[in-house]
């Protein structure tokens, strides 16, 4: 195996996790111990591999930033849009793109269809992550102590419907886990339903979420069936693009 191949397979296997010994890696990919060692030494004389405080190899934050600037420069909404347009014309509703942004979510893209909505999210409107489709769609993905700490925040209540109490929507999150897409039942505005799916970048972790949004009612079953469909099919393409190798839906809870 030549070292350029070797040297490709190692990184790959580091972007998809958090750390690993060095004969975690070597076992991976059914490699010598010695030659691994060996390559990962040179790897961080390059400063493109790193050791953690347990001595476990992570890509270094160099390369982590040159990644990053390259997803930046592609921007989700763009690997998204035609799907959002398919998918509104299809369905009639409107598609929306958002990006998980600190402890909340920007709408950075909307395609309407023919439902003529209008109380909705504007494209740069910011929200936060315990209400609507596509912020529960993230939050549901995220890891579990954040989960839980971003669920203990103040709560805003938009409508009746809003889940404002912590427990509830912890329970909810849940739900959305096992299910693999979440909704969002006049939570923000009334009248106005949603679906959403994550998306999820190269580490595993949700990064925006897709949603369809309308006034037609959006329940668990048959019904929505064909948006999740769709849904998965654009999440699912864009988090490819994004470096995501796992399973597709993301992996759910057991």
Known sequence: ????????QVLDLLAKKEALGVRAVAS??????GSIHRLLNDLAAEEVVE???????????????????????????R?????????ASAFGETVNVNVLSGDGCVCV???????????????????PLHSGGSAKAMLAYLPEAE??????????RFTEHTIVDADALLDELSQIRARGYAIDDQELVV????VAVPV????????????????SRKAPGDVIVPLVARLNEACGQVSQRLGYAGAWPPLKDQ
């Open 1 to 8: 195996m030549s070292t350029v191949r070797r040297t490709i």
């Open 28 to 33: 991976a990919l059914e490699l010598p111990v």
């Open 51 to 77: 050791r953690d405080a347990r001595g476990a190899w992570r890509l270094a934050h160099r390369l982590l930033g040159i990644v990053d600037l390259q997803l930046e420069g592609i921007g989700i909404h």
């Open 79 to 87: 690997l998204a849009r035609p799907y959002c347009e398919a998918m």
């Open 109 to 127: 893209d909307k395609v309407r269809g023919n439902d003529r909505m209008q109380l909705d999210w504007r494209v740069g409107a910011r929200g």
């Open 147 to 156: 989960r839980e700490r971003i669920a203990r925040l103040p709560i805003t």
């Open 191 to 194: 009248g106005v339903f949603c």
């Open 200 to 215: 999820i970048d190269r580490l595993g972790r949700p990064v925006a979420a897709i949603s369809i949004s309308g006034p």
